[in-house]
């Protein structure tokens, strides 16, 4: 069992920058394929980012690519997600989630395994 904790969700104005944190205390961090993905109100869950156990294969979806950047740390058992020039549409809640999936990082979020109970993220125009 992973348990996941998210954190630095906030409310910001448009052109603003966060920064998400979510840590999976424990040994084996490591070992997970690691992805954040969102949710807005009245909108299904959708993928963000992934990156792969080392850190050194990423997936961006469309709408984040150029703005957001995915990175781990995991010497402290730590995924980010940078959030640069948010929009009023970034607004939903974040969710990070770890899976022992393939190569590259998959956006399907039936692959991964185990998820954080989210933060939220509010952009305002």
């Known amino acids: 069992q992973v348990q996941l904790g998210e954190s630095g969700g906030g409310l910001v104005q448009a052109g603003g920058s966060l920064r998400l944190s979510c840590a999976a205390p424990?040994?084996?961090?490591?070992?997970?394929?690691m992805g954040w993905f969102r949710q807005a109100p009245g909108k299904e869950r959708e993928f963000v980012a992934a990156i792969n156990r080392s850190g050194g294969s990423t997936t961006y979806a469309d709408s984040v690519k150029g703005r957001f950047t995915i990175s781990r740390d995991n010497a402290k058992n730590t995924v980010y997600l940078q959030m640069n020039s948010l929009k009023p549409e970034d607004t939903a809640v974040y969710y990070c989630a770890a899976g022992r999936v393939g190569y590259p990082p998959p956006r399907q979020a039936s692959l991964y395994d185990y998820w954080g109970q989210g933060t939220q993220v509010t952009v305002s125009s």
């Open positions: 424990g040994r084996t961090f490591s070992t997970y394929t």
